[in-house]
C-alpha cells in the first residue's frame, strides 16, 4: 500500500520536534490513587462519641468475628475521624466502640482522589426505632440525668450572671437592684456563704442610703426603719456565716470577709459592743488581715462618733500593724478631747499617748491628708512638731 506524508528533512525534522516537545511538555504528575475519608459521629443523645474505631470492609460475606477490616481510623475526643490511602472501591463503613458496632453504612463508594465525608447520627429515628427494649431505657435513664445537669449547669450560669451584676450595681450604689437580684439568687441557692455576702452588701447599702437621710430629718441612727435595715445586713452576714462554717471546706477568707462587714453595720448604728466582737473574729479568722480588720473597727466607731471605743480599736491596730499611720490618727483623735486646761496659765495639757500618737502619725504620714491639721494641733497644745520628714523627700 502506498503511504502519502510529508517528508522531512534531517535538520529541519530536528528542530520540529524540538519546537513540538517544548509546546507540549511531557506529563510528569500522576494523580494519586487513592481515596480518603472524613466525618463526625453522634450518640443516641446528639453528643459527640468521642472514643473507638471507624472501620471500612468489603467483606459482606463473613460473619461479624472473622470478617476482614480493610482500613481502621480512630475517632477523637471531638467525635471526629480523618483517613487517607484508602483504595478506590465498595465498602460498609462501621463505627466501633469497645470492639463493638454500633452503627454502619453500607455501600459507600470511593473514587480515585476524593476525600469522602460519611457522618453517623446515631439520634435519627431509624437507629432509635432499631434499638431493644433494654437499651432504649437505658437511653431514656441517660437522658433524664443529662437533662438534670443541663439544669444544674444553667441554673449555676444564671446565679453567676445575678452575682455579678450585684456585685457591679453595689459598686455604682444601686442597692435596691443588688437586694432584689440577690434575694432571688439566694432563694434558688440558699446554701451558697457568697450569695448572703453580696445580698447583704446590698441591704448595708440600703442601711447607709436610710441612715443618711434620717441624719438630714434629725433623727437619730437608733431610729426604727434605719436599725431594721442594719439588722436586715447583719441577718444575712450571719447567714453566710454559718454556711460557711457547716460547709466541708470552709473558707477563712469568706467568713472574715462576712465578720468585717457585720461588724461595720453593728458599728454604724452605734453599737460599739457588737462591732468590736465582729471584728475580733474577723481578726481571729484571718490573723494575716488583722491590722486591716482592727483599722476598719476603729474607723467605724470614730465615724460613729464612738471616740472611746474608736481609740481602743486603734491600739489593737497599731499593735496588729504599727506601720499604718491612721491607726495613729484616729488614736490622737479619740485622746484629744480628754485634755485639760490649766485655768491659770490656760495651758493645755494632753492626756498620755495623745501627743506620741500624733507624731508617730506625722512620721509615718508627714504629708499625708492629716498632716497640716495634726501640726496644727500639736502647736496648739505646746507641743514640738517631730518628723524625719525633709521638703522634697518623698
Request: aromatic share 8%; with cysteine.
Amino acid at each position: 500500500m502506498k503511504r502519502f506524508g510529508w517528508k522531512l528533512g534531517g535538520s529541519l525534522a530536528g528542530a520540529l520536534f524540538a519546537v513540538m516537545t517544548m509546546t507540549h511538555p511531557a506529563q510528569t504528575f500522576a494523580q494519586d490513587a487513592t481515596a480518603s475519608i472524613h466525618g463526625h459521629i453522634l450518640n443516641p443523645i446528639g453528643q459527640p462519641v468521642n472514643s473507638g474505631d471507624v472501620k471500612l470492609t468489603t467483606d459482606r460475606a463473613s460473619d461479624a468475628k472473622s470478617r476482614k477490616y480493610a482500613y481502621t481510623f480512630p475517632i477523637d475526643a471531638s467525635g471526629n475521624y480523618k483517613g487517607t490511602g484508602i483504595k478506590p472501591d465498595n465498602y460498609v463503613v462501621i463505627v466501633f466502640q469497645a470492639d463493638k458496632s454500633l452503627d454502619f453504612q453500607d455501600s459507600v463508594v470511593f473514587k480515585t482522589g476524593e476525600d469522602k465525608q460519611v457522618d453517623f447520627d446515631m439520634s435519627r429515628k431509624e437507629y432509635l426505632d432499631k434499638m431493644t427494649p433494654e437499651e432504649k431505657k437505658a437511653l431514656e435513664d441517660y437522658k433524664k440525668k443529662n437533662a438534670e445537669v443541663v439544669s444544674a449547669n444553667a441554673k449555676i450560669a444564671n446565679l453567676n450572671a445575678l452575682l455579678t451584676q450585684a456585685r457591679a450595681d453595689n459598686k455604682s450604689g444601686n442597692y435596691d437592684a443588688s437586694v432584689t437580684a440577690m434575694q432571688q439568687a439566694t432563694t434558688a441557692k440558699p446554701d451558697e456563704p457568697i450569695l448572703w455576702i453580696t445580698l447583704a452588701d446590698g441591704q448595708l447599702g440600703v442601711a447607709d442610703t436610710a441612715l443618711k437621710a434620717a441624719k438630714a430629718a434629725g433623727k437619730p441612727a437608733t431610729d426604727p426603719d434605719v436599725a431594721q435595715k442594719y439588722n436586715d445586713a447583719i441577718g444575712s452576714y450571719k447567714k453566710a456565716i454559718d454556711l460557711n462554717a457547716a460547709s466541708k471546706k470552709p473558707n477563712p477568707e469568706t467568713a472574715a470577709a462576712a465578720y468585717n462587714q457585720e461588724g461595720q453595720a453593728y458599728g454604724k448604728m452605734g453599737d460599739a459592743q457588737n462591732a468590736s466582737t465582729a471584728y475580733d473574729q474577723a481578726a481571729k479568722t484571718l490573723p494575716a488581715n488583722a491590722g486591716m480588720y482592727y483599722f476598719n473597727e476603729a474607723a467605724t466607731l470614730y465615724n460613729a462618733g464612738k471616740t472611746t471605743e474608736a481609740g481602743a480599736a486603734a491600739d489593737k491596730a497599731i499593735a496588729a500593724d504599727p506601720k499604718r499611720a491612721d491607726a495613729y490618727y484616729i488614736k490622737g483623735q479619740a485622746l484629744i478631747p480628754q485634755a485639760s486646761v490649766d485655768p491659770k496659765t490656760q495651758k493645755i495639757t494632753a492626756p498620755p499617748g495623745c501627743v506620741e500618737a500624733y507624731q508617730q502619725y506625722l512620721e509615718l504620714a508627714p504629708d499625708g491628708p492629716h498632716a497640716q491639721e495634726v501640726k496644727d494641733i500639736l502647736t496648739g497644745i505646746g507641743a514640738t512638731v517631730k518628723s524625719s520628714y525633709k521638703a522634697g523627700k518623698k
